[in-house]
């Protein structure tokens, strides 16, 4: 249950965060623009989870360690975002000292595309 509650309250901030990225959609059916995204081919991002309020020190040489590169660490919510194209990252980089879960961020279509309207002038 602790853990629910830790990554309930981590995904809320990692969701205001992410509004503040460049590859942010306009709306629920546009998708990212590639040429903005750092992920390499072939690369999987993954959130690694340390107890509420801590990362280990150190972090992106152990993630280095790991297979793979540290792109974000929030220390305030214990939360850090890695990518790696190593196929045993997760288990790796869950044995790091600090480091109590490590999880593929998977992408959710959230919302099934919709047409949208243009819409008329004002005043119609």
Known sequence: MH?????????GVLLSLGGCTNDSPIAP???PDPAKRSVAS?????ILAGPPGRLPDGLDHQVEI???????????????????????????AGRIAGIQHA???????????SPTKAAGPPGR
């Not at 853990?3 to 995904?11: D, E, K, P, Q």
């Not at 072939?42 to 993954?46: F, I, K």
């Not at 999880?103 to 595309?113: F, K, N, Q, S, T």
């Open 42 to 46: 072939g690369e999987t991002q993954y």
């Open 66 to 92: 790991a297979g793979g590169r540290l792109i974000a660490a929030y220390s305030q919510v214990g939360l850090a975002i890695a990518r790696s194209s190593a196929a045993d990252f997760a288990t790796r």
């Open 103 to 113: 999880i593929p961020d998977e992408r959710v279509a959230w919302l099934p595309p």
């Open 29 to 31: 059916n546009a998708a």
């Open 3 to 11: 853990l629910i509650r830790h990554l309930a309250g981590a995904a």
